[in-house]
């Protein structure tokens, strides 16, 4: 297969991640003549390599020792370097330009000027210590993703307090399993918001949360002009700005900057703690050197407070970029409607998902005659993996000026493992290579790496944004199990990965939800390729479960599309795809009509808690209902479990 983006001359030569190399190369004696050269160097030096970010971004002093401890878990970077992840955003603003762009459903965009987000974040960071909030304090939010969510954030990691937040689609129960671990003093929400075309007013939710979390003082932002009860105003407490100038509390490297939660399908979720130096040097290397955006881009990321994502958009102030934030439906108006966003807001950098891209092409969307995508010069993807077809598709319909930059991370790092660089061609349905500073690999069940088949994805070598921890988890038993019970050592992520001849990485799924047949594994991501490209299929879900008796049912679950039947002509079509495109031992051995395919909060299929409940586990234990978006699906698929032939 031939790559469908390869970077010019000109593309390579202005890259920053280019300059980076020149940069390196002055220090080590050593050209890197590439960047698979530039990335083997990243992870045999990895004390180098991270030490050298530092400087390139010129973050200031460090204490001395890069990594005082090199095993994982337990390394630990830079010991007794003290910083703020808010002093980069201050030192890269671009007086003059707006930081923020804020977009909703029915409304003319609305910027934010650099200078107007530091006096919000200096007065709202003074109302904070008001309300006598001090470094190690929480404050949460229950936001939509809005412009004031980050204001939000900014102004409390400024203090060195630490911050965590979910979306309002999040029901109370929802969010306070996530917010009710943390004991916050300052919860800061929103009256509501609109999606789809409707108003969904929030303070009975706003209401229970006061309850649950017993705050020393809420905050609100009036989205739909509603009073909630017991709460300061948003515009009270960002009163006065232009008052004082701000002043960030330096906290020690690893000091909590943030918590994120895991999607929390069994029990509580996990509270990921991550610190603020690790971040920072983290996403300034995934922001500026792999994504290549810097002060003339508008990065904009469809996602939510909920979702690692968010952390990632912000970071885009890092670099002195213009950032989007949008809390409507990404079909407000159409299929197309983030492409028609980009376009009026003249991104250069648009992130959506898998799902988003394949809707369009069922709905025979045109982007590049559509919309003016003349700014746009990357669109990223994540969530889950992009099909060969999809990724053909947006090189005709995007653009072939337009790098796809498909990625695969986690909320465990808060950025990616692999994805695209600048420098480096884009093959379809391939990730191009590993991210600089992660010692990626492909393990098998006894450790070994593999090149050219399927393995576990791991990384050897300790990165700076692992967690810090994991909230409430003192003795970090329940850390070590997330990630080291497997390959001592060795962080296992939970994904099945090919790495190729040319070092790119095509990504098969979860490795806890692998389909496992006659001791072939084989990733669920390759069927739902080939399956969701049928017109008639809006959604696929697929499932293996070993049965009792030593044998294997893998039924394979379609949700139709408006006016499609699920004929033994689709089936068979179906079937004969699937053998012909992917093999004979992924068909199914049935193929249901389903009304739904269950996902967390954050748009992952459930597969493992449907597997669990076909091997007879009880429903009301496999998953966490307020976790999932459509509980009641839970209900369908405990139904029809039992009448099946294994």
Known sequence: MQPQWVPSAHDIASARITDFATFVTARTGVEYPGYQALWQWSVDDVEGFWQAVWDYFALGDTAGEVLAAREMPGARWFPGTRLNYVDQVIRMAQFGHPAIIALHEGAPPREILWSELIEQVTVFARTLREQGVE??????????????????????????????????????????????????????????????????????????????????????????????????????????????????????????????????????????????????????????????????DTFFWYTSPSWMMWNFQVAGLLTGATIVTYDGSPTADGPDTLWRLAAQVRATVLGTSPGYVLGCIKAGAVPRTDHDLSALRTVGITGSALPVSSALWLNENAGEHVQVSSISGGTDVVSAFAGAAPTVPVWPGELSAP???????????????????????????????????????????????????????????????????????????????TLNRHGIRMGSADIYQVVEQFPEVAEALVIGAEQPDGGYWMPLFVVLAPGAELTDDLRARIGTAIRTEVSPRHVPDEIREAPGVPHTRTGKKLEVPIKKLFQGADPARVVERSAVDDPALLDWYARIRAPHKP
Not at 230 to 235: N, Q, R
Request: hydrophobic fraction near 40%; charge should be negative.
């Open 135 to 296: 470094a190690g304090d929480r404050v949460v939010g229950y936001l939509p993703n809005i412009p004031e969510a980050v204001v939000a954030f900014l102004a409390t990691a400024s203090i060195g307090a630490v911050w965590s937040a979910c979306g309002q689609d999040y029901s109370a129960k929802a969010a306070l399993d996530r917010l009710g671990q943390l004991d916050p003093a300052v919860l800061v929400t929103a009256d509501g918001y609109r999606f789809g075309g409707k108003e969904h007013d929030k303070r009975a939710d706003i209401a229970a949360l006061q309850a649950g979390l017993n705050v020393r003082a809420t905050v609100a932002v009036s989205q739909l002009g509603l009073e909630v009860p017991d709460a300061l105003s948003w515009s009270d407490a960002v009163a006065d700005a232009g008052m004082g100038i701000i002043e960030t509390t330096p906290v020690d490297f690893d000091h909590p900057l943030w918590i994120v939660f895991s999607s929390g399908t069994t029990g509580l979720p996990k509270g990921i703690v991550h610190g603020h130096g690790g971040v920072l040097l983290e996403h300034l290397k995934a922001v500026a050197l792999q994504s290549d955006i810097g002060p003339e």
């Open 435 to 513: 991210y600089l500073g992660v010692a990626l690999d492909a393990f098998d069940e006894q450790g070994d790496p593999v090149r050219g088949e399927v393995g576990e994805l791991v990384v050897t070598a300790p990165m700076p944004s692992m967690p810090v921890a994991f909230w409430h988890d003192d003795d970090g038993t329940r850390y070590r199990d997330a990630y080291f019970d497997t390959y001592p050592g060795v962080w296992r992520h939970g994904d099945w990965i090919t790495i190729t001849e040319h070092g790119s990485i095509v990504v098969h799924g979860r490795s806890d939800s």
